[in-house]
């Protein structure tokens, strides 16, 4: 019997593994006869945006495993839509028709892997442990998928390396689940069937049989890596001036090591699960710049995502309750090291590093000894241990230790800041999760008393499906915490929020309905507080089209504060509301809309005066070929206050993706921000990459800043090159 016939021989029962030692080459054809000899995974049901039915055409999935790598192979057939394959970059696969594959390697029902790949192999990679999803997690695989006249197929390698399992001995049983995306008709099946949202996917898994991984870890990697960057800025007399790299220069060594950068990160994999990550000299910097924020009524600093490869090895074995670790804080390490992993049923993670530019104290009183001026100057040696034991069933016991110290160049410690906390997840019935947190830390200039304070939060959670949806928690932090390592902006307040939503699937044209209410409340110590009472209604039609309004009102009461004699100065009191809406849809593969726009009365944090506040925004995207995009986002603030002043801004952001194949692209920004409270800016680059795999690499880029302040006058410059390889020997 040929293979092509066995491919399309239909076979129901659990998923399995086929061990192979004929070589696989990874071209999306299926040709080889190993694949005619496994055993295919062919049924699959709806889950998303409604319960029940399978999807069109056929679906077979298939496993094959060797010394080096376990694959997979897929063959869609029978399509009666057009299918969306596109030549995107890495990550970028949530438009198109995909195939998603979730291993629980520890069949422990909590964490595990979620692998995205396009009809033509483009990747996603996620990490999913109790309570988090990390999307900034990357690992090595290979992938190609091919369109046909019906469908596609597709060829993926998962080298062993990549992932961590428990020690080998014998045969192991993972957990599985398989998930087929067709954009087209706004529809998600699975295998095995599992309910949309629930707080525990694992629970819902398979079995994949007869796993035979590598007996060693990850072994030896190394990632050296060299960043070249060039910079140019406007000095005093307004000329714009390249740093100097005459060897004549007085700052001649200092600009080199500014402008050359070599690094190497190196990880050894003691065992299948646990291993060590090190850094040297680490380059940390960013091919992708962060973007540009507004807020005419900004009260806390932004939030920026963690990009850098060092941070992300391992992050879901940091990750708690408490958000103990904002690695951004960190701003320029010397080095960094870390140890992660998972043994029997404690999960494990250790991180020290050295900034020598640590960042200041978000929080709005500030913190001893870690302002801006204090910590300029100075060194920062950070170190975490964060320890997860399971329990409770698919629950857990994590506790954090936390000591972040300032010292400056002659050694001597300025600021020191050391906590510790624990927190737990109680599994509660099919949906319902129990979460409690306790939180304390010390933090001072050296020499003087340490402010102390500490957080204590208890929330209980069904999480949304069909069905009802509800959550409630209390959280309350005393005056004097601080969390130097993480971003804690506000203490000495108490929050309070209750909210419940229900999805309905009336049928029809509709597909679910969600109408939820939502109560909020925080009380400081000083006396300020804020109440609000908030409504909305989610609606899903065809699968593609999701339309959300909502509307609410609540009151702040802001300015609690003692004059010269120590009387209570009248604080300022608003009582606001707000409507708005939104809607998103994948119109077809060409075009993609997401307008959203909020009205309502607010308190301007900055004058404690009523305003009336509106946000308008669109997001399109042009997809005119498979491998360009086009996204383009226009955004519009206003701010009219109490006492006749209007402030107003708005941004422009259009990029340019063109993916010449699936390692080698182009990307471009141009974006303008204006307001008549803030500097009229242009920002424009050019991104050159070649991308093997996450750590082997190649970015060449352009950025350029031109303020308009009476004339166009650019403010700086740079040019990078920044390359990296990944070895395993």
Same mark, same amino acid.
């Given at each position: 019997?040929?293979?092509?016939?066995?491919?399309?021989?239909?076979?129901?029962?659990?998923? &399995?593994?086929?061990?192979?030692?004929?070589?696989?080459?990874?071209?999306?054809?299926?040709?080889? @006869?190993?694949?005619?000899?496994a055993t295919p995974v062919t049924e699959f049901t709806r889950f998303i945006p409604t319960d029940g039915g399978p999807p069109p055409g056929r679906t077979e999935v298939r496993f094959l495993q060797d010394a080096k790598n376990l694959y997979l192979g897929v063959r869609v057939t029978g399509a009666d839509y057009d299918v969306r394959a596109r030549i995107s970059r890495r990550e970028d696969v949530n438009a198109d028709d995909q195939i998603g594959l979730y291993l629980d390697t520890f069949q422990d029902q909590r964490t595990g892997y979620m692998l995205y790949f396009n009809a033509r192999g483009i990747q996603q990679d996620l990490r999913i442990g109790p309570g988090f999803t990390s999307m900034a997690w990357d690992t090595v695989m290979r992938s190609k998928g091919l369109a046909t006249d019906d469908g596609y197929t597709l060829e993926v390698a998962i080298p062993w390396r990549s992932? %961590?399992?428990?020690?080998?001995?014998? @045969?192991?049983?993972?957990?599985?689940? #398989?998930? =087929? %995306?067709?954009?087209? %008709?706004g529809a998600k099946y699975s295998y095995p069937s599992i309910q949309r949202g629930h707080p525990r996917l694992f629970t819902q898994a398979g079995e994949l049989r007869g796993v035979q991984p590598a007996p060693r870890g990850s072994g030896v990697e190394l990632i050296p890596s060299l960043t070249l960057v060039q910079q140019a800025s406007r000095d005093p007399d307004g000329d714009l001036s390249w740093v100097p790299l005459d060897t004549s220069h007085p700052d001649a060594r200092r600009n080199w090591l500014q402008v050359v950068r070599p690094s190497l990160d190196g990880r050894f994999g003691i065992t299948p699960n646990t291993g060590i990550a090190a850094t040297?000299?680490?380059?940390f910097s960013q091919v992708d710049q962060d973007p540009t924020f507004i807020d005419l009524n900004q009260r806390w600093a932004f939030y920026l995502p963690e990009r850098r490869p060092f941070f992300l090895d391992g992050i879901d074995n940091f990750a708690d309750q408490h958000q103990t670790l904002y690695t951004r804080s960190i701003v320029d390490p010397v080095y960094g090291l870390k140890v992660s992993g998972r043994e029997g049923p404690i999960t494990l993670g250790v991180l020290n590093a050295l900034d020598r530019a640590p960042m200041g104290t978000v929080h709005e009183r500030g913190a001893p000894g870690f302002s801006e001026e204090e910590v300029e100057g100075t060194f920062a040696l950070t170190d975490l241990a964060r320890i997860r034991i399971d329990a409770f069933g698919e629950g857990y016991v994590g506790l954090t230790f936390v000591d972040k110290r300032l010292f400056d160049p002659q050694g001597k410690t300025t600021a020191t800041h050391t906590g510790g906390g624990a927190d #737990? =997840?109680?599994?509660?019935? @099919?949906?319902?999760?129990?979460?409690? =947190?306790?939180?304390?830390?010390? &933090?001072?200039?050296?020499? @003087?008393?340490?402010?102390?304070?500490?957080?204590?939060?208890?929330?209980?959670?069904?999480?949304?499906?069909i069905g009802l949806g509800m959550h409630a928690s209390l959280t309350d932090i005393t005056p004097g915490l601080r969390r130097e390592t993480g971003f804690l902006n506000q203490s000495g307040i108490s929050y309070a929020d209750l909210g419940a939503s229900y999805t309905f699937e009336p049928g029809g044209a509709i597909d679910t309905l969600t109408p939820g209410v939502a109560l909020a409340g925080r009380l400081e110590r000083n006396g300020e507080n804020q109440q609000d009472v908030r409504l909305s209604q989610g609606m899903t039609l065809g699968g593609i089209h999701h339309f959300s309004v909502h509307g609410g009102f609540g009151r702040v009461v802001e300015g609690w504060e003692e004059d010269a004699a120590g009387q209570i100065l009248d604080p300022a009191s608003v009582a606001g509301f707000n409507v708005g809406g939104s809607y998103r849809s994948e119109l077809s593969r060409l075009l993609a809309l997401r307008p959203t726009f909020t009205y309502g009365r607010v308190m301007d944090f900055s004058r404690l005066i009523p305003a009336d506040a509106l946000l308008a925004a669109v997001e399109l995207t042009l997809r005119p070929t498979p491998g360009v995009r086009f996204d383009t986002l226009l955004r519009a603030d206003q701010l009219a206050r109490a006492d006749g002043t209007t402030g107003r801004a708005g941004i422009v952001r259009h990029w340019t993706t063109w993916q010449l194949t699936q390692a080698l692209g182009v990307r471009s920004l141009a974006e303008f921000s204006a307001g008549n409270e803030r500097d009229n800016l242009l920002v424009t680059s050019i991104l050159l990459t070649w991308l093997h795999d996450p750590w082997t690499s190649v970015h060449l880029g352009w950025v350029e800043r031109t303020a308009f302040i009476g004339s166009a006058h650019t403010l700086d410059r740079s040019i990078f090159l920044k390359a990296s390889v990944l070895i395993r020997p």
């Open positions: 019997m040929s293979a092509l016939l066995l491919l399309h021989l239909a076979h129901a029962g659990p998923a &399995t593994v086929t061990s192979t030692e004929e070589p696989i080459s990874i071209d999306g054809r299926l040709d080889e @006869e190993a694949w005619a000899h992932i %961590k399992y428990p020690r080998p001995e014998g @045969e192991q049983t993972w957990g599985l689940i #398989l998930t =087929r %995306k067709i954009p087209a %008709k040297i000299n680490p380059d #737990l =997840r109680v599994p509660l019935g @099919e949906r319902w999760n129990l979460d409690g =947190r306790s939180f304390q830390a010390w &933090t001072g200039r050296t020499g @003087e008393r340490r402010m102390w304070g500490q957080e204590l939060g208890i929330g209980v959670h069904r999480a949304p499906g």
